[in-house]
């Protein structure tokens, strides 16, 4: 059964980077679409990132483009997340999630397995 696991979040200045981990163990990430959603308090839910591992197609989210970049290891069975140029209304817990659909529109119902979750927190 797969299982995920994040880190790598913490606090950061404005304008610095961070680079989020996606650790998956009971299963190889071959065979799912692994997304990054974040909620900020006060806020829902958004999916900012995605990678079809399968395909090795990738989304972003407007607010996170030339900003961000998705990848995977394939022998390390992780996806990272690396943030540049980050900014306070990036703030927020991010989550992995992982589906085995093929999605457009990152609706967070299609994700069935979830880590907990890493705080991001961007201020001076």
């Known amino acids: 059964q797969l299982q995920l696991v994040e880190s790598g979040g913490g606090l950061v200045q404005p304008g610095g980077s961070l680079r989020l981990s996606c650790e998956a163990s009971g299963d190889t990430l071959d065979n799912y679409l692994i997304g990054w959603f974040r909620q900020a308090p006060g806020k829902e839910r958004e999916g900012v990132s995605y990678?079809?591992?399968?395909?090795?197609?990738?989304y972003y989210t407007d607010s996170l483009k030339g900003r961000a970049t998705i990848s995977r290891d394939h022998a390390k069975n992780t996806v990272y997340l690396q943030m540049t140029s980050l900014k306070p209304e990036d703030t927020a817990v991010y989550y992995c999630a992982a589906t085995v659909f093929s999605i457009e529109i990152m609706t967070s119902d299609l994700f069935g397995v979830w880590g907990q979750g890493t705080q991001v927190t961007v201020s001076s």
């Open positions: 990678i079809n591992v399968p395909v090795g197609s990738t």
